[in-house]
């Protein structure tokens, strides 16, 4: 058992003057090996949460996820997050359909390890994401892994774009640590599927642009066309180009056409898919389908 603790400041230092290359996991492995020892300091995170609200800034500024997540550590290469589980009220129980989790895939890579209590249950499965187009309503050939407990102390790795997973609550309170790194896959669309098919129901995105896109179609003029086509030829994202394309479409309803052709499948078979979508109904990209869509 590998019982080296360390301070926050210390990982941070050891990453900085290591220089590990983010794009490669052979190099996350590496990281995971200072990330335990991290995850062996038990008053770190409570010290970082402290120092936060007696500080004189917005808490949790650069936050953009949801309430159960504390943003410990933020930075140009990588960023590293608290999250917490909690166990299923019993209020929970007796609603008809609720659903703790969704089974989705991930855009980045996540190094987790299990920080405090028994740590949630998963259900887990990999698919081949080079022989799919990613379209709604594509039935994936997914692989089932298997399920874990992410207990103190226990690592995984869930790699960008092959792995899934749909998170159980767990029996009390816990907490895990996650060490994300910004590499080359955040700009892949993230899927949530259907368990029971493997047919992809939905895209997951959190691109804080991505409502100023859609508002500049609304209320837009030649000066947001004009913005709108640099992203449409430019994101990284398929999904933004996309629904740039759809935005300028809106704005220029006899340009619809070029348009649409300007969304080369050469690029992406998702971005036409998702112009024909989003062109017949705004927001529709983003709303579960059924199974058998």
């Known amino acids: 058992q590998d019982d080296v603790s360390i301070a926050l400041s210390d990982f941070i230092a050891i990453l900085k003057n290591r220089k590990y290359d983010m794009c490669d996991r052979a190099s996350l492995f590496e ?5 335990r020892h991290l995850s062996n300091n038990k008053t770190f995170l409570v010290d970082v949460i402290l120092n936060e609200l007696c500080s004189d800034g917005p808490f949790q ?24 589980w909690r166990p299923i009220s019993e209020l ?10 969704i089974c989705h895939d991930h855009n980045f890579d996540i190094l987790t390890v299990g920080y405090f209590g028994p740590g949630y249950r998963a259900r887990t499965y990999s698919y081949d994401a080079s022989v799919i187009s990613g379209v709604l309503g594509e039935r994936i050939a997914i692989k089932n892994e298997g399920e874990i407990q992410l207990t103190e102390g226990k690592m995984m790795l869930y790699k ?21 790194p910004r590499n080359k896959w955040i700009s892949q669309p993230q899927y949530q599927f259907d368990e029971d098919s ?19 179609g609304v209320l837009g003029d030649d000066r947001a066309f004009n913005y709108l086509d640099q992203i449409r030829r430019t994101h990284p994202s398929p999904h933004l180009r996309a629904l740039a ?8 309803v006899k340009d619809s056409d ?4 300007s969304l080369s499948p050469t ?3 998702v971005e036409k898919h998702i112009f024909e979508i989003e062109s017949r109904e705004p927001g529709a990209s983003l709303r579960e389908v059924g199974a058998g869509y």
């Open 245 to 252: 394309a759809v935005s300028q479409a809106r704005l220029r």
């Open 198 to 216: 493997g047919v992809i129901v939905r895209y997951l995105h959190s691109l804080g642009n991505e409502l100023t896109v859609r508002m500049a």
């Open 92 to 101: 929970e129980r007796s609603i008809e359909g609720f659903r703790y989790d």
């Open 267 to 269: 690029r992406s078979s």
């Open 160 to 180: 960008a774009k092959r792995d899934i997973h749909i998170q159980l609550p767990p029996k009390s309170l816990s907490i895990s640590l996650n060490f994300i």
């Open 258 to 261: 070029s348009l649409q052709a």
């Open 31 to 35: 990281v995971a090996t200072h990330f």
């Open 61 to 84: 500024a650069k936050n953009v996820y949801g309430p159960t997540v504390f943003m410990v550590h933020t930075c140009e290469d990588y960023f590293i997050r608290a999250n917490l």
